[in-house]
């Protein structure tokens, strides 16, 4: 978010559907500064039909320098009909009592849309509506109701041009009305405030104007408090208008019109107080399809609920949290809800094989790219490059069936994303298509795209392929640059979608899908889907390395097991490895590399077993984590208040040593933080001691995997069970435990 606030906002018009609003907070404009926030915001919403520019009024040019500029804004639009679109440029100026709209036409029509549509997004895009879901915990409020939801203006008063939209707005609000007071009801909107006082001082009413925070309820049950005269009232957020009624019934000098309201969500009734002076009413519009649908909350004399239901009820101050400390939960893995059919069957098909190894590797990423190394990597340049492999059959099978449904004749260019696997899976596709296309294929790699590479006037239809894909960020790319293409129709052809999150990749579908003919304009098409984490920033692997060479550096004589092992690690680097598939954990103490037993509830048959790489295990027990931390009721999903970890218990009902260290890598840090919950952290210590003196025996053959875990401070425990670990360290001799327990001291020391 930058120097403008651009949205988008629909309309009730029969021409124009929707529009794209430029808020400039200022009176000069920065075209090349706007050129930029155009292009940044184009690349993840649509273009519409009209451009409105709403601006100072003290800025007489703002038309004349826009034409000006035109060829520079234009440049970050991506519009098919720059023409069309020069026409429909509006401009609404403002000044401190109003918005300037038209009298007549769409615009004056849609005025009010507009602007509540702009106050609204700025709500939800920064988290306004603070969400629990009432499972974990609920929110408690002065009042006495209980609801699982809360309105937090604090969290949406982040961006200056956003603050200043509201600020103006709320100005406008009071029109006429001469104050010299502002009374807010939380500090954190006191920003709103000063902005309102920014605007009048432009508007030459230039006059200090005082501002203070009555502390909501407190502030108003203090008999000695005393508001000036000539005063007007910011309340933050409310859902029936009960502070604005205690406002009049303590203070009856103080009108009904001296007070705002910035968010309303009229849950318990339509506040006719309330709705004197509003300045967003966030309510659902089943019209135009925006806003936040209506929610349930219990009154202080009902029965809540999620009480009932055990839910840990959060009390709220104002605009604040009273919480001494988060709630920890302990979480399981339920096989029925975290280890599905499809996560099975997908590893069924590339894990290991004895022709081609196995396609599912970690800490790996291509050499063409500039990105850092995924946790887990897809090898699909192994797959597609052995693709008649009797192992492969089922995805053979399926991608050949797909090409043949949604591959149309009219191809002309097929362009890849830039990997070896998109290549090959282009290659293969071309192969399959050459028969019965109508022109003559060139494959394009998307790193090669320039303006002119594919002729603007092209007709027929465009393949973008894509081997695997984990946010999609390259076909948004695609899409903007595609958009002026007007004869074309795009087919997103994708071998695997890995997206994290269903819902992001619905989002993404969407986005990319929409163009001159709507929602629907573009295709997509995904062989295979499997929703697994799809970080690239500081895997377990590279996290290890570097913890490895700084305790090399530490040691008067290097130690050899530490050498070995980051040899190890840098191997997974290696171009024809591409990615670590074995030793990817450390071996038992005896030196016996980790292996899944039989009847593991993470595949299908015990056709697995001995033939399945380290890699395989651990990707499956990371898309497991993945699952879990989708579901926000009872998974690993956090909030600021209840934090959800692994169950110490995992660990012994999963007593394989490879399970145990998958979970141990794959989790993040704060799944296995049990330095908040003394009971939780017991548990944890108990299976540590029972993990080191079961050495010789399957229960301890993961246990370096542990004391690794406990040195980088990714599993934590409460502070005085540290002493009792280190004794128990203290009385093994084998030197590898020593190397960790120095680095545990260091935890310990540093420790709350």
């Known amino acids: 978010m930058g120097k403008y606030y651009i949205y988008n906002a629909k309309l009730v018009d029969k021409k124009h559907k929707n529009a794209t609003i430029v808020f400039n907070p200022d009176i000069a404009f920065d075209f090349n500064t706007l050129k930029n926030e155009l292009t940044e915001y184009f690349k993840y919403f649509h273009q519409t039909s009209t451009l409105v520019f709403l601006h100072c009024q003290e800025n007489t040019d703002v038309q004349k320098s826009v034409e000006a500029n035109l060829e520079v804004i234009f440049k970050s639009i991506p519009k098919v009909e720059e023409s069309s679109l020069s026409d429909s440029i509006s401009y609404i100026p403002y000044d401190k009592d109003s918005f300037c709209f038209p009298k007549r036409g769409f615009l004056a029509k849609n005025k009010k849309e507009i602007l509540n549509q702009g106050l609204i997004k700025i709500f939800e895009d920064n988290g306004g509506l603070v969400e629990s879901n009432g499972i974990s915990h609920h929110f408690v409020f002065p009042s006495g109701k209980h609801s699982s939801k809360f309105l937090r203006t604090a969290n949406v008063l982040v961006f200056k041009s956003q603050i200043d939209f509201i600020a103006l707005n709320t100005l406008h609000l ?48 203090n008999s000695q408090s005393v508001f000036y005269n000539k005063s007007i009232f910011l309340i933050s957020a409310s859902t029936s208008g009960g502070l604005i009624n205690y406002i009049q019934k303590n203070h009856p000098e103080i009108s009904s019109d001296e007070i705002c309201t910035l968010y309303y969500m009229p849950i318990d009734k339509d506040s006719p107080i309330v709705q004197e002076r509003v300045l967003c009413n966030l309510e659902k519009s089943e019209k135009l399809d925006y806003g936040i649908p209506l929610y349930d909350q219990s009154k202080a004399n009902e029965e809540c609920i999620y009480c009932k239901n055990h839910s840990t009820p959060i009390s709220i101050i104002g605009d604040s949290f009273n919480l001494d400390k988060p709630v920890i939960y302990p979480r399981n893995i339920s096989a029925s809800k975290y280890i599905p059919k499809s996560l099975k069957s997908f590893v069924e098909v590339f894990k290991h094989n004895n022709e081609s190894g196995t396609s599912l590797k970690v800490s790996y990423s291509e050499d063409s790219t500039s990105r850092k190394k995924y946790n887990l990597y897809i090898d699909y340049a192994n797959i597609i490059g052995d693709i008649t492999n009797e192992c492969f059959k089922s995805h053979k099978n399926k991608l050949d069936a797909y090409i043949n449904q949604y591959v149309p004749a009219s191809i002309s260019h097929i362009v890849h994303l830039n990997d070896k696997g998109s290549l090959l899976l282009s290659q293969y596709i071309k192969d399959k298509i050459k028969d019965f296309a109508k022109n003559k294929i060139t494959i394009l790699n998307q790193s090669e795209l320039k303006e002119d590479t594919i002729e603007s006037k092209t007709s027929g239809s465009i393949l973008i392929v894509g081997s695997c894909i984990s946010n999609g960020k390259n076909l948004l790319y695609l899409s903007r640059f595609f958009r002026n293409y007007e004869n074309i129709r795009l087919i997103y052809f994708i071998g695997i979608n890995r997206v994290s999150d269903p819902k992001k990749f619905a989002e993404l579908k969407t986005n990319i899908k929409y163009g001159l003919y709507g929602p629907d304009n573009s295709s ?51 171009s024809k490895k591409r990615g670590g598939s074995q030793k990817i954990f450390y071996s038992s103490v005896g030196g016996n590399e980790l292996e899944i ?34 579901n926000k009721e009872d998974g690993l999903f956090q909030t600021s208040f209840v934090k959800n970890v692994l169950d110490p218990f995992v660990f012994n009902r999963f007593n394989d040593g490879i399970i145990q260290a998958s979970l141990l890598r794959a989790a993040r840090n704060e799944e296995l933080n049990y330095s908040c919950s003394k009971k939780i952290s017991a548990d944890m210590l108990m299976l540590l001691k029972t993990f080191m003196k079961s050495l010789d025996e399957y229960q301890g053959e993961a246990i370096l995997e542990f004391l690794y875990a406990l040195a980088i401070g ?15 360290l203290n009385n093994q001799p084998n030197p590898k435990f020593h190397i960790f327990k120095s680095s545990i001291e260091q935890v310990y020391n540093h420790s709350l």
């Not at 000063?194 to 407190?218: G, P, V, W």
């Not at 692997?541 to 290097?558: A, T």
């Not at 697995?608 to 984590?625: E, G, H, P």
């Open 174 to 221: 009071f029109g006429k009305l001469d104050f010299d007071n502002i009374y807010c009801d939380t500090l954190s909107i006191n920003v709103v405030a000063y902005s309102m006082t920014k605007y009048l001082k432009r508007f030459k009413q230039d006059k200090e104007i005082n501002i203070e925070s009555f502390k909501s309820y407190d502030g108003l049950y």
């Open 597 to 630: 037993r039989k009847n593991s509830a993470f595949f299908n048959d015990n056709k697995y077993y001995q033939n399945v790489s380290q890699s395989d295990v651990y990707f499956t027990i990371s898309c497991v984590l993945n699952n879990m931390r989708n």
């Open 714 to 728: 990714k599993l934590r425990l409460v502070k005085e069970h540290y002493n009792e670990l280190i004794l128990e």
């Open 524 to 574: 997509l098409v995904e062989i295979e889907t499997i929703n697994c984490d799809n970080s690239s920033s500081n895997t377990p692997w590279e996290e290890e390395l570097d913890y490895l060479q700084s305790v090399q550096e530490e040691l008067d004589v290097p130690s050899k097991f530490i050498n070995d092992r980051v040899d190890i690690l840098r191997t997974f680097s290696d």
